[in-house]
């Protein structure tokens, strides 16, 4: 019997058919992999057929319905392996199959494609143009290390005429996929031994010979990253009833390698952009300690309840339900962790109060001693200084350095600030209520000196993590190898987060990871989103330098991002309902489309115009399940964590983005204005990239500056 393989073009064309088109295609599968080979080629219904003057000889047509065909490669080599790579319709399929070439990388090893007859005819155009061009992008790189890069000689030809980056992205839909990469990083300025060891060699199969002639089922099962096999007809019906998620089915090999190493020497950082993957990554991790001992307890920790609830669903999914692995991961927040400990070990801790109610009592301590500063500030100085180093003492406090605060306090207004913080925390004990911060700080004492209570500590989102929910986790296992296993994401930081691992006893030079392919949304959505943070530098994740997006790059394409403007903020909302049923149209679940805006009374009102519309809804506060059914609603801080195959983002305004009641004055605090900034920036960005398909943009009035907005516009 015929195996069949997927290739992401294909998930990519089969997302946006229609129901009837989709149902089409599960039929032609379905008997597809009921036929043997010999009867699939005689076969009338699926009509199997040649291209005519096709560029790769193995491809092949198979009939849908009368108006699309479903376009096939099919071996060659007496292997039974048939890759369906697109669905198109009936009178573009012939064209789209005639240019396109499959090859195998001769370093990687995967199967890749190019358009083979747009290089072809695109080429002496641009070489005539690079005679008289000052540089070339890769001049500096001879033919010996580009062929040692998996670059052949079609493409090497193309290669020589690059001018610039700009023109390199633009051959991206027309170049072999492995091939693209490596020229991409190069052009980045990694070297070429880091772009064999990041691109390479955790493709290349490690018994890979010289001779790279394999056949094609060889080279499908050396592109995981791009191809889904399919063995049996149950696993086909799951795969096209959901068919985004199949190209998940396996880690990347870039993951792979860091999920499945068998041990570190110490903690280890692995960051990276939306959708590449940490999350996996960190579950992965997960499964692979628990398998090193029957032993092994492992503290799974995130940074919301909602996010933590995401977690313990898909590890009992990675983990096939097994109970007893299952009950060996304790999967919870940082504060819920630190709260039960404190109430084992010391008694129940007193009630955390709201940051508005924190922040109003800061206002009644600055009135109280008629002190110089803001509520803002004087709360910003407990979390940022006073917590954050876990001063107990005014010695302590004068003593403490005050990196990242913008204004300076001289050894007299330290000493009048001071009884601040103590009236603070008085008036905490007097009132029976506490911060959770405070509580994390009570945890890590009471940890501190005792052996760890876990083998291994596995952070998720760790980039909101403050420096009292660090020391909580470094306590919570013993120091040593394959302690903690951080991922994360300095671009996704949407609250007041500073840190210095190395300062807090969790140094991870040489342990850092970074993964650089987008697998969640398309090229064009993480191209638009990426636009929104152009203009700013980023603090890495550990405290110690700057991230970057460079390399960052998603392996899917699709419609360019909607970004439009209303004059009122009724004829958005109305904008928006269309929007919704359009995407419902096409198929798209209700389950699958989120909905978010900055603030819940613009959420409210969503709410109210959907439901009239006869639109079924859930919010995403209430903790729907998979089974409910809704279109999910919720505010950009909710959105954290989450994906959706469409994404509205509602209310993207200048007055609500960035917030200026949540922005510290600069004539106050010139860094903590910049940092609050920064945080409002990477709050749109959160929210954008939860698109997997679909991101519509709006506003009512003036756009917010964040927003990407065309230079004529």
Sequence with gaps: M??????????????????????????????????????????????????????????????INNF??????????????????????????YTWAARRLYTTNSATRGLEVRNVVAIEQLTPSLEKAAAAAPSLLFAEHSDTVLRDLGIDDQVLKAVRTIIDKAQLQAFQTLLPEDQFEALEYLAEGFSPDAVYRDVVAVRRPADAGPDADESLAEAIANTTSRITLVTGPDELTGILEKPFAAWRVFLHPSQRR???????????????????????VALHRVKHLLGRSPDTRILLTTFTNALAASLRENLALLLDGDEAQLARVDVTTVDAYAH?????????????????????????????????????????????????????????????????????????????????????????????????????????????????????VVVDEAQDLHPAQWRVLRAAVAAGSDD?????????????????????????????????????????????????????????????????????????????????????????????????????????RPSEIGVCARFNVLIDKAHDKLVAAGVPVARVKDGPGVGVEGVRLATMHAMKGLEFRCVAVLGATASALPFLRQVTPAEVD?????????????????????AREALYVSWSGAPSTFVPLPADR
């Design 340 to 456: 039960r400990t404190v109430t084992e070990l010391a008694g129940k801790p007193p009630t955390p109060i709201s940051d508005r109610d924190e922040r109003q009592l800061w206002g009644r301590v600055a009135k109280q001693l008629a002190l110089p500063w803001t509520e803002q500030f004087l709360a910003q100085e407990y979390r940022h200084v006073v917590l954050a180093q876990d001063l107990r003492s005014l010695d302590d406090y004068r003593a403490a350095s005050r990196r990242g605060r913008g204004t300076a306090l001289s050894a007299a207004r330290r000493e009048q600030l001071w009884p601040a913080v103590e009236l603070f925390e008085s008036m905490l004990r007097d009132q029976g209520t506490t911060t959770h911060l405070r509580i994390c700080s009570r945890a890590a004492r009471l940890l501190a000196g005792a052996p760890g209570v876990y083998d291994h």
């Design 484 to 588: 903690l296993f951080i991922t994360g994401d300095p671009h996704q930081r949407i609250y007041d987060a500073r840190v210095s691992l190395g300062s807090l006893g969790i140094p991870v030079s040489g342990r850092t990871s970074r993964l650089r392919i987008n697998y969640r949304s398309t090229e064009e959505i993480l191209s638009w989103s990426t636009g929104i943070l152009t203009p700013v530098s980023i603090d890495d994740l550990g405290g110690e330098g700057t991230d970057t997006l460079a390399g960052y790059r998603s392996l899917l394409h699709g419609r360019t991002p909607r970004v439009t403007g209303h004059g009122a903020e009724a004829a958005e909302i109305a904008a928006l309902v269309e929007e919704v049923q359009g995407w419902l149209a096409r198929g798209v």
């Design 258 to 280: 860091v999920a499945y190493r068998p041990s570190y020497s110490g903690a280890v950082q692995v960051t990276g952009g939306p959708g590449t993957g940490k999350t996996v």
């Design 2 to 63: 015929p195996q069949l393989a997927f290739a992401n073009s294909f998930w990519e064309s089969y997302d946006a058919l229609d129901k009837p088109v989709k149902a089409g295609v599960r039929k032609a599968m379905q008997k597809f992999q009921q036929l043997t080979v010999a009867e699939l080629h005689a076969d009338k219904g699926l009509h199997l057929e040649s291209v005519d003057k096709a560029a790769d000889r193995r491809m092949r047509t198979i009939r």
């Design 68 to 93: 699309w065909r479903g376009v096939v490669l099919a071996p060659d080599d007496g292997s039974d392996v048939f890759l369906l790579v697109n669905v198109v319709p009936h009178d573009d399929a």
């Design 670 to 690: 010139a860094l903590q204005h910049d940092a609050d900034l920064l945080r409002e920036r990477c709050l749109l960005f959160v929210a954008c990239t939860r």
